[in-house]
């Protein structure tokens, strides 16, 4: 797809001089635009972008978290403030993360779910406000995401059952958490942007307000943060206990299932595990 040059510039009021593919993109392409007079901008081209930019806004707006700027948020096409990036995620920029994300999960709402619905990895992600998180949870992440898997093929029949069952127990594991906050929701190293031994930006989020533990579960899935992340987060928010010892498996499910429904693979196989863990 190619950069859609007369519409930036008519968008920016600038001419565009040129555009760099960027690494990732799996769910749209991704290109470094420049423009005139030494501007630079990143452009997002695929179906669907509109909701991210509304996540992106939501953040600016609502909380300290940095992210980009968004310039121009439209179906097709989303426009970012270009933040400059470079190097691994370290132990000061775990440090970093632990301090921005304990702030923002002390934003809280009146519900479960968000105000309208958002997406993780180009899916939607529903988001109708509920009262109960474990049936939330159970509801609109687990059930729902596997039964996306199991339409689109990925899942099959006989383990998309052993789900329904574990997702009728999961109160026994799962309490309600004392308010519902807000979280990124999709975070991983390749959405943390650093740069010098800081967090510059996280990106492509897919919010909502949920138990925070859910957002701590989903950080140790690519071995995105570790020690350095959860001694810091502990001094503002300590761990309630049963995190590592149940919950944190639990709360995989869901971002294991979103990589089911779009990779398939051994991620099933991953599921399986984990519910053959707690059925037994």
Same mark, same amino acid.
């Not at 519910?275 to 707690?278: A, G, K, Q």
């Given at each position: 797809m190619e950069v859609p040059a007369s519409r930036i510039a008519r968008a920016l009021g600038r001419a565009v001089t040129g555009s760099t593919a960027l690494a990732g993109g799996s769910v749209a392409r991704v290109h470094l635009v420049t423009l005139e007079r030494g501007g630079r901008v990143v452009a997002k081209l695929g179906p669907g972008l509109e909701p991210e930019g509304w996540m992106l806004g939501y953040l600016a707006s609502r909380t300290t978290l940095p992210v980009p700027h968004v310039v121009l948020a439209e179906d097709d096409l989303l426009l970012l403030e270009?933040?400059?990036?470079? @190097?691994?995620?370290?132990?000061?920029?775990?440090a970093h993360a632990a301090d921005l994300l304990a702030r923002l999960h002390e934003v809280t709402w009146h519900s479960f779910g968000a105000e309208r619905d958002t997406v993780i990895g180009g899916l939607l992600q529903p988001n109708p406000p509920a009262r109960s998180w474990v049936e939330f949870f159970r509801d609109w992440r687990v059930l729902f995401m596997a039964r996306e898997a199991l339409a689109a093929g990925r899942l099959?029949?006989?383990l998309m059952a052993r789900i329904e069952t574990l997702a009728g127990r999961?109160?026994?594991w799962l309490d309600e958490p004392d308010q519902p906050r807000l979280i990124h929701g999709d975070c991983w190293g390749g959405n943390v942007l650093a740069r010098d031994g800081r967090v510059a930006a996280f990106i492509d989020p897919a919010i909502y307000y949920a138990d925070p533990e859910v957002e701590l579960a989903f950080a140790?899935?690519? @071995?995105t943060f570790g020690e350095a992340f959860f001694a810091?987060?502990?001094e503002h928010r300590p761990l309630r206990p049963g995190f590592w010892e149940a919950r944190r498996e639990l709360y995989l499910l869901y971002p294991l299932l979103v990589h089911v429904r779009l990779f398939g693979g051994s991620y099933a196989a991953e599921v399986e595990r984990i519910?053959?863990?707690?059925l037994g």
């Open positions: 270009y933040v400059p990036a470079g @190097g691994g995620i370290s132990a000061s920029v775990e099959s029949p006989d999961l109160d026994r140790t899935l690519f @071995g810091r987060y502990g519910v053959d863990r707690f």
